[in-house]
């Protein structure tokens, strides 16, 4: 391929007379002219393409450190991940979910009543189409709220018109039962359903076309009909709780009444819960230590420079891709700024938290040295430090921290999460000053700045060949004008001597 062409130059139509004269062929001493002074321009392009092999790298290694710093390290730096409980009880009855304030234990729960909401039902209609108009007209007050009924409205529209007041009930039609159900939708004793505002016409449509007989006693009061709190025991079956719902929270537990009867409820550290979390850290911690690790020792092969435009054009796709994968293996081999990262991780993983243990003490200990820092847990040894010893595999992760006698709580000793979060901070911010990141409007990068300089000198490159190429082409363009002019003296000469011999 013309590498004038390959590199983009902006050629300007020269006038060109090529080998009429001299029988050279122009194109083709120009191309190779142009061809041997391209070496630099090709060697320009083979390092900005080493360079953006370097920064993908980067930046691909730089999106693993901060999903392993916000996706993993970060839980395991608050003391709640620690604190996960687990709750078994009859869901028959009731289920729970602990926060972390709640203690292991077991809690009876006795439920005596479920908190419900008010009911009102009508008696059976006598109406045949639920959307044909009453012909009737009354305001019909619901728990203090006005709902005018005009003589164009229907069973439907009215019901419409109670969902849509904002009273705090709902309403519905059973077309089969020929029914109104009225419920609220709250629960509790406070909750209710209250038609007593009504006026004259309001009540004759409740009590004689709908038939829900407000004209009744309801419950305690007249006219009113009340939900119900949930009525329960808990520990020692004496006091008695009144809750307007069946969702509440007592003793750090989030409590949910299903039924009424006697269960337990069983709260306990959430073992699997909080190993996940640790095993989820190292399994991620793995994969990064490893990819940092083969990309610091990969082999470099010299003989496999970056590809040039002419020779991908020469070459099958399957024969690149090989190429490619020889020629971009070592970008980042010995990198100084992944190894200070690499060497930072791995000591901080195998540190000692003082006066409270290292990893390898709850079960997670590093591989063998080839295996480059990667962690492997035991579990049973791991589980059991959760279940039996929490305390310690919290303080080795979160840190020691100490209360005042003002309950404020301080950070005394940071522990192995803490400081492997500061050194990803760190390992992050030192890797983008070097590569940039995707989110940069402008990248100021060392390897950003150093892309940038060799655009330029590329640019200066192309222009420099462009010359070069118009220079040469004027060069053969005079010669064979000068060639043109001494073969046509020569011609007339012979011609003229020819004249002469005659």
Do not use: C, H
Not at 208 to 234: E, H, R
Not at 291 to 300: C, D, P, Q, V, Y
């Amino acid at each position: 391929m013309d590498p004038i062409s390959m590199n983009n130059y902006n050629m300007s139509n020269l006038l060109r007379i090529s080998g009429l004269a001299t029988g050279l062929d122009t194109d083709s001493i120009v191309k190779q002219l142009i061809r041997a002074a391209s070496i630099p321009l090709d060697r320009l392009e083979q390092q900005k393409q080493w360079y953006q092999w370097q920064q993908e790298d980067l930046r691909d290694i730089n999106s693993q450190l901060l999903s392993l710093r916000d996706n993993n390290v970060f839980a395991l730096t608050l003391q709640g991940t620690f604190l996960a409980k687990t709750v078994s009880s009859n869901s028959a009855i009731a289920t729970a979910t602990a926060t972390s304030s709640a203690v292991n234990g077991t809690y009876t729960i006795n439920v005596a009543q479920l908190a419900q909401p008010a009911y009102r039902t009508s008696g059976q209609l006598s109406i045949t189409d639920p959307n044909a108009a009453l012909n009737q007209t009354g305001t019909i007050v619901l728990n203090n709220v006005s709902i005018a009924v005009t003589s164009t409205d229907s069973l439907n529209s009215i019901i419409a018109k109670i969902n849509n007041a904002g009273a705090g009930v709902t309403a519905s039609y059973d077309t089969n039962l020929k029914t109104i159900f009225l419920v609220s939708t709250t629960t509790g004793s406070s909750a209710k359903i209250d038609f007593s505002g009504s006026d004259s016409n309001g009540w004759n449509i409740l009590n004689n076309t709908l038939m829900i007989n407000v004209g009744t006693t309801v419950g305690t009061d007249s006219y009113v009909a009340y939900g119900k709190n949930s009525q329960f025991t808990l520990n020692n079956g004496t006091t008695v709780y009144s809750e307007s719902t069946n969702n509440f929270t007592l003793l750090g537990l989030n409590i949910t009444l299903t039924g009424t009867g006697t269960t337990t409820l069983t709260v306990s550290t959430d073992v699997d819960k909080i190993y996940n979390s640790i095993k989820n850290f190292v399994d991620t911690y793995n994969d990064v230590i490893t990819k940092i690790n083969t990309k610091l020792t990969e082999k470099r092969y010299y003989d496999y420079p970056p590809l040039t435009s002419e020779q991908k054009q020469a070459m099958k796709d399957s024969d690149i891709t090989l190429w490619e994968q020889k020629a971009r293996s070592g970008d980042l081999a010995n990198d100084e700024t992944l190894m200070r990262i690499y060497y930072s991780m791995r000591n901080v993983v195998s540190s000692t938290v003082s006066g409270v243990g290292s990893l390898s003490s709850i079960g997670i200990t590093t591989g063998q040295w080839y295996e480059g820092g990667k962690l492997y847990i035991d579990e049973t040894k791991l589980r059991d430090a959760i279940a039996n010893n929490l305390d310690e595999v919290m303080k080795i992760f979160s840190g020691v921290y100490q209360t005042d006698s003002n309950g404020n709580t301080t950070l005394v000793t940071p522990g192995i999460a803490q400081n492997l979060y500061d050194t990803l901070n760190s390992g992050i911010d030192a890797i983008t000053q070097k590569a940039g990141s995707t989110t940069q409007l402008y990248d100021s990068s060392f390897i950003g700045n150093r892309i940038r300089e060799i655009d330029d000198r590329i640019v200066q490159m192309q222009e420099y060949l462009n010359n070069l190429e118009q220079r040469y082409y004027a060069q053969f363009t005079q010669l064979e004008m000068y060639v043109s002019q001494m073969n046509s003296q020569s011609a007339w000469l012979s011609q003229q001597i020819g004249v002469m011999g005659k």
